[in-house]
């Protein structure tokens, strides 16, 4: 965004891109128009509707779910038909390998096998990720949990530390669809007031609705007014990932619906003290759901070959319920990161790093950055979003998983709304949230109805239309076609929290959500040609 003199933060008025990106539109559209007329279907310039592609989360099996559907609308000869490709959480893993390569979509087949070939190879050394881990500490001002998720977590599944950044990638994917990545203000979903939905993309980041946006390479750099007053360097793409993806940033979550059991650990370790670090996430996330955190403390002193005593506060934390003090948590946490400290010490990492982290755990902070709206006075903007000196920014998936309020900006216009649904569960929760929080919002969204037929054994193609409304177009990853009477099994076979999927269990995701495609070609083509037919209408009336 080119602004005038100091003022860095800037609100768009409505029907209002940013510059580069009405640029991109406009050349965009132009490759929409041909690629309707190689289908052969009609369609004058001004008639060419917008089209955005939705991956929703779901750790890996979004991951490889999304791919599978993008190389299938490839093949199907729709991708080119895309104006804009967002995800939330697992989908953005898949957009942040693919937007590595400069207009990746007139080479998906190469790419999608480099990318195959990455994630079923090794996993990132310890040393490379403590060393990645001390660059995060030593390169910001801020530092949170979504760092050390980034190096220990993300990459196991990654499988890469791609330090490019989001700002790069500018002007190399003329060809491709334009990339938004989505993530939620924690504060702001918690208290349930303000606007939680943010977005990042090569140009801008900044709130969808209230349309308050900064220079995405100015993200993370601390404003006062409007005014930048204090650089940071821009994230790169494995801190995005773990922004995108940071499924436990939300402790109130956890409490209420993601404890998970001490024979499903978050990641698989790769050493003793990566177990022990992990098993000191878990030990947080039991006390915080009310559960009994001894089994874990066992753990840390047998990966740590008895170099550690039984913990002083076990026993009181051994009767924690829900209304454990967070001060219990901050002591227990510390005393064993205190530990944790003198042994990482040992193998030459820097105890001011994990005291940082021991802080960052006793308090959950994750995506802390400096508030681009401190101190700005607005008054189209919630005041609440304007007080702070920093916002905590989490996984979007934690109030809905899928990125519709990106797409749902006014001024983007889009017609098209296609939803790879990919989450675990209920495959109609994310469509359904959208269209209550829209109907309260008053933002145009058609109305939802699935039988109760369809929630036990979901369909692979959805359309839901209203006047005067984008068209939604809803496509479960587990169905019954694709998947028969097994549905249920291929859902606890991708679970959302397990270990990286083995190569096998990667090409069955990838046939099984390129069906969801291949199966419907017709009718995505169909869909794409009513609302032509309804511009058409809309211009003679």
């Known amino acids: 965004v080119c602004l005038c ?9 409505k029907n209002f891109l940013n510059n580069s990106e009405q640029e991109f539109v406009a050349g965009r559209r132009n490759t929409v128009l041909q690629t309707l007329k190689k289908l052969k279907i009609q369609c004058s310039r001004k008639e060419v509707p917008n089209i955005a592609l939705l ?7 979004a ?24 995800g939330v959480s697992g989908s953005t893993w898949c957009m942040a390998s693919l937007y590595k390569e400069p207009d990746w979509s007139t080479k998906l087949e190469t790419v999608k096998n480099k990318i195959i070939e990455r994630i079923r190879g090794p996993e990132v050394s310890l040393t490379d990720a403590m060393a990645k881990l001390k660059k995060y500490y030593y390169g910001k001002d801020l530092f949170s949990l979504t760092d050390v998720w980034a190096v220990l977590v993300v990459t196991s599944y990654v499988k890469e530390i791609d330090e490019r950044t989001l700002t790069e990638q500018r002007k190399q994917h003329n060809k491709d669809p334009f990339p938004i990545y989505a993530v939620i203000d924690k504060q702001s979903k918690q208290s349930n007031d303000g606007d939680p939905w943010f977005e990042i993309n090569p140009y801008e980041a900044g709130y969808s609705l209230s349309g308050v946006f900064v220079d995405t390479g100015d993200f993370g750099s601390q404003f006062q007014k409007g005014s930048k007053i204090k650089h940071q ?22 409490k209420k619906t993601m404890w998970f059991p001490s024979d499903k650990p978050i990641s698989p370790s790769v050493d003793e003290c990566h177990r022990a670090l992990m098993d000191l996430v878990n030990m947080n996330l039991s006390v915080l759901n009310g559960k009994d955190p001894s089994g874990f403390e066992k753990s840390i002193r047998t990966n740590l070959n008895g170099k550690r005593q039984p913990i002083s506060t076990i026993e009181t934390l051994k009767k924690a319920d829900e209304r454990a003090e967070k001060q219990d948590i901050k002591h227990f946490t510390m005393e064993v990161c205190e530990d944790l400290s003198k042994l990482y010490k040992i ?81 109609f929760m994310t469509v359904n949230d959208a269209a209550e929080t829209c109907k309260k919002l008053k933002i145009p969204f058609p109305e939802v109805n699935v039988t109760s037929e369809d929630k036990t054994k979901p369909k692979d193609f959805y359309v839901f239309k209203g006047q005067n409304t984008p068209t939604v177009i809803h496509i479960p990853l587990f169905n019954a076609v694709n998947c028969g009477d097994k549905v249920e099994d291929w859902r606890k076979k991708y679970r959302t929290f397990q270990g990286a999927y083995s190569a096998e269990m990667i090409a069955d995701l990838m046939d099984i959500a390129g069906k969801n495609i291949s199966n419907n070609r017709e009718k995505l083509k169909e869909q794409i040609r009513a609302k032509i037919v309804s511009f058409f209408i809309f211009f003679l009336s």
């Open 347 to 427: 193998y030459n990492c820097f105890t001011d790093v994990w005291i940082s982290i021991c802080k960052c755990m006793a308090q959950w902070i994750w995506g802390r950055k400096y508030n681009l709206l401190h101190n700005m006075t607005d008054e189209a903007v919630n005041s609440t979003l304007l007080q702070s000196e920093t916002r905590d920014y989490i996984d979007g998936g934690l109030l809905l998983n899928s990125p519709y309020f990106s797409v749902l900006r006014e001024d983007r216009d889009i017609d098209l709304i296609i939803s790879l649904d990919f989450s675990q569960g209920d495959p």
């Open 63 to 86: 991951m490889v779910g999304l791919l599978g559907s993008l190389v299938q609308l490839d093949k199907a000869g729709l991708l080119d038909c895309i104006l804009y490709l967002s």
């Open 233 to 254: 360097d821009e994230f790169d793409m494995l801190y995005l990932q773990a922004l995108c993806g940071s499924a436990l940033g939300d402790e109130e979550d956890i």
């Open 5 to 13: 003199g100091f003022l860095s933060v800037k609100r768009r008025n």
């Open 55 to 61: 991956g929703s989360g779901g750790g890996q099996r």
